[in-house]
């Protein structure tokens, strides 16, 4: 039982370097995330998904990409990276439909932009 | 200001001590109200969830949220060396569809044994 996997689990780029985070989920959740967390910062949305398909932003989508393709997957891409992106990256997942949705979180990608 | 504050801490307590974790937050749309735990290269671990106002117990944890005051707080009974974690808060407002979580900043704990 699997729950959710981020891939890779460390990268080092250099800036300008392009990338993708793969993240895959087993639970069948409606609903993806993806988060950065920074000392101080705490965790804050980049993008997410409501659907198979769907994708909005949250509240610091500059820089990332992201694409639903298929249910359980969930990619979030640089496309030219900045040192301001180094960061934890955490992405979770739901079940979806209305009332309190508690995420489920998988173990999160270290990235360092030189 | 911060839709949620939480005190970094670092707060450290003796092995068998009572530990109460706190957060604020200024929205009164938020609903729902989580406690997450996550341990240092991990990621994090859902450990209470909760609706509106009230209490909730689940084992050593004990989770209260007091809509009046904006205030929501989790206690740890007889608390651990393999407590020590980060403890971060999480509340969501009641909207279908996106069901967005804003966390609060985590409080680290250390148990001392």
């Known amino acids: 039982n699997a729950g959710v996997t981020q891939t890779p689990k460390f990268r080092v780029l250099k800036t300008g370097q392009s990338m993708t985070l793969l993240c895959a989920q087993d639970m069948n959740h409606e609903y993806m995330y993806w988060y950065r967390q920074d000392p101080g910062m705490g965790l804050r949305l980049i993008h997410y998904?409501?659907?198979?398909?769907?994708?909005a932003k949250g509240e610091v989508p500059d820089g990332y990409n992201v694409s639903r393709l298929k249910k359980q997957n969930f990619l979030l891409g640089l496309e030219s990276a900045a040192p301001s992106q180094t960061s934890v990256y955490f992405c979770?997942?739901?079940?979806?439909?209305?009332?309190?949705?508690?995420?489920?979180f998988g173990d999160g990608t270290r990235l360092s932009i030189l | 200001q911060k839709e949620v504050e939480q005190d970094p801490g670092p707060l450290s307590v003796p092995e068998g001590a009572i530990v109460s974790l706190n957060c604020t937050y200024s929205n009164s749309a938020f609903q729902y109200f989580m406690w997450y735990r996550q341990y240092s290269r991990k990621g994090p671990e859902l450990l209470m969830y909760?609706?509106?106002?009230g209490n909730k117990e689940d084992g050593r944890f004990t989770a209260q949220v007091d809509k009046s005051s904006k205030y929501i707080s989790l206690f740890i009974r007889d608390s651990q060396p393999s407590d020590s974690a980060t403890y971060l808060c999480?509340?969501?407002?009641?909207?279908?569809?996106?069901?967005?979580?804003?966390f609060g900043t985590g409080t680290r704990l250390t148990i001392i044994p």
């Open positions: 909760t609706y509106s106002s």
């Open positions: 998904s409501v659907g198979e398909g769907t994708t």
């Open positions: 979770a997942s739901a079940p979806g439909g209305a009332g309190g949705q508690p995420q489920h």
């Open positions: 999480a509340m969501q407002k009641v909207s279908f569809g996106n069901e967005k979580l804003t």
